[in-house]
């Protein structure tokens, strides 16, 4: 798949246009606004904004609370195949393993800033021989448990001296911020070395009491599994992979926590379940049953986030699945789930000790009026189930002013 024309080159000239010579006067050239403007007027845009969006034949678009928005430039218009290459082209600047990613594999992966403004993780893809692109938007500022409003027991994680956390969801779930929230107050609170291994790198941390290392996908290594061999011979007490995308990074991985490391990571599964499922499924038959058991005595936490619409249309709300290692989880995921002995039976028993499920926190977001009971029921790991449980609710009228 081949990258759109340098949109530098000349353009040529559209059938049926004056010769040169003839009386008809030269166009002044049309002035381009420089990307930076661009981007500080999408941001400028809306409150809230998650994503800017750059798609031939559009508008420039900002994504706020799930839904995309045109954004209105003066001197910007419907966007061309030209425009979004000459987007590309700026934010790749002289990343030369980017260009070739996106040049032999259709997409790439970079970090992008705006000086005094905002951070972005960027994905420049080709479709039908087009450039496209997706910038999210990286607050400047970490965000903390109670800013992004997580359950408190969430903090323990970072008071755990070795084994594997996972943060899943599908992707703009808040996975990134959650991990980003944990490391840091890790970093606020223990004398520890960090390293981490991120693709690219999202949110910039400081040293504080801990002393921390952030490594970027190509720029300064070429694999997550290669870094992480690596960092187990760089003495951090805790280490963060970006995600755990193959065989190779899940098995390091488990290697690291069981040598005394504290390894947290990314995947995009929607729940624990599928979360267990999808490491085990990428192992050869013949070693499941193995990864099952290592993995069982290897993790602490499985957190899962869904981001779902507000009922009043002013945002989205996060519901938490957290389940924790107890002597009831770990059998579970060794020995594998079967009836009444599931991973969501043991989370919704396990309050006491800090789990929760998705449709209990979805009851509960139904119940005080958070969200309404059609939304959360299409969120609903068990709509069926959900739906039983709310028979006693009677949902109250929507307020005055919402667009929920």
């Known amino acids: 798949m081949s990258v759109p024309p340098n ?27 420089p990307v930076p403007v661009i981007l500080g007027a999408m941001l400028r845009a809306s409150k809230n904004v998650s994503d800017l969006i750059f798609s031939p034949g559009r508008l420039p678009q900002v994504e706020q609370g799930g839904q995309l928005v045109p954004v209105k ?3 910007v218009t419907t966007l061309t195949a030209e425009d979004t290459a000459r987007i590309a082209a700026h934010l790749i600047g002289a990343n030369k393993s980017a260009m070739e990613k996106l040049r032999n594999e259709g997409s790439c992966d970079i970090s992008y800033s705006l000086p ?3 951070r972005f993780r ?9 450039c496209a692109i997706v910038m999210r938007v990286i607050p400047n500022t970490i965000p903390d448990l109670i800013s992004l409003n997580l359950p408190s027991q969430l903090g323990d994680c970072a008071h755990l001296k070795n084994g594997i956390v996972l943060v899943t969801g599908p992707t703009g779930s808040g996975k990134s911020s959650t991990l980003a929230a944990i490391l840091n107050k890790i ?51 805790v280490i963060l992979v970006g995600e755990m995308r193959d065989k190779e990074t899940i098995e390091i991985a488990m290697e690291a926590a069981e040598t005394g490391h504290l390894v947290f990571s990314t995947l995009h599964t929607i729940d624990a379940s599928k979360t267990v499922e999808r490491i085990v499924g990428v192992f050869p038959l013949g070693d499941q049953q193995a990864i099952r058991s290592r993995f069982a005595k290897s993790f602490r936490y499985i957190i899962s986030q869904r981001l779902i619409p507000r009922r009043d249309g002013t945002g989205r ?17 060794e020995k594998g789930e079967g009836s009444g002995k599931s991973l969501v039976d043991a989370m919704r028993d396990g309050e006491l000790e800090g789990m929760q499920d998705f449709d209990g926190e979805i009851e509960k977001l139904i119940r005080s009026g958070v969200i309404d009971m059609a939304t959360g029921l299409s969120y609903a790991t068990n709509a069926g189930n959900l ?8 949902e109250p009228p929507v307020p005055d002013g919402a667009t929920g």
């Open 7 to 33: 949109p530098s080159a000349p353009p040529t000239a559209p059938a049926g246009a004056p010769a040169a010579g003839n009386a008809a006067p030269a166009a002044a050239p049309q002035q381009v606004l």
């Open 73 to 75: 430039i003066h001197g």
């Open 116 to 118: 005094r403004q905002s």
């Open 122 to 130: 960027v994905n420049i893809f080709t479709q039908r021989g087009t």
């Open 187 to 237: 970093n606020q609170e223990k004398a520890y070395h960090i390293i981490t291994i991120e693709d690219p790198i999202e949110f910039l941390h400081a040293h504080k009491t801990a002393t921390i290392h952030q490594r970027e996908l190509h720029s300064d290594t070429p694999t997550f599994s290669l870094a992480l061999r690596a960092a187990l011979r760089q003495a951090p007490k």
């Open 317 to 333: 709300v996060a519901a938490i699945e957290i389940l924790k290692s107890t002597l009831r989880t770990r059998e579970y995921l």
């Open 387 to 394: 739906g039983l449980q709310l028979g006693d609710f009677s």
